[in-house]
């Protein structure tokens, strides 16, 4: 059931996207000056952010670096280190020369570390719709971006990998699932008029 479930997630999220790239949008203004970015993240997702221009408000956005996971309330802060790639539709605000909004979803992947001498890892999967705003500068070809996702993730270890071993993640459930959410604050650079 859970598997239908993500599956019918996925599918809504990147269709709805896709849906609203097609549509005709005879309004230029709405979409970016530049075409690409490069910005930080910080927040519950901390790394490097690319943002390509794809298509008529449709962007692609990979994040790579670490997730800090804020949902267990123990002592370390457990993460992981991994990417996720975005799919978002983004408009401009009614009324509004330089914020938009956004909504789309992510697919992320990676490893979560285990303890302090340990040289096993865990494998982490992630799908999640995410909604935010972007403010572009006047001045600057720089923009901040705000985010908020939410979503389903699992930790499966191997048959090598002790789950009671995992950073942060003291369930020694395998694969363990949970509902998981980030906040992102970033700033970007764009560039490719």
Known sequence: ????????????VFAGASAQ????????SNLHNCKHSVGLNVGWKNGI???????????VQTDIGANLHFLI???PIPYDIGFDIKLLYEKKFPNRTNTFWFAGGSLGGGVVPHSAGKKEVSFKGTVQPLLGIEYKMDSAPLSW???????????????????ANRYGFTV??????????????????????
């Open 1 to 12: 059931m859970k598997r239908h479930i993500i599956i019918l997630l996925i599918f809504s």
């Open 21 to 28: 790239s097609r549509m005709p949008d005879n309004d230029t």
């Open 49 to 59: 952010a690319m943002k390509f221009n794809v298509g008529n408000n449709l962007f």
């Open 73 to 75: 309330p123990i002592l």
């Open 145 to 163: 971006q705000f985010e908020a996702s939410f979503g389903y993730s699992i930790i499966y270890s191997s048959k090598a990998a002790d789950p």
């Open 172 to 193: 020694d459930e395998n694969p363990y699932h949970f509902f998981d959410f980030a906040l992102v604050a970033s700033l970007h650079y764009h560039f490719g008029k």
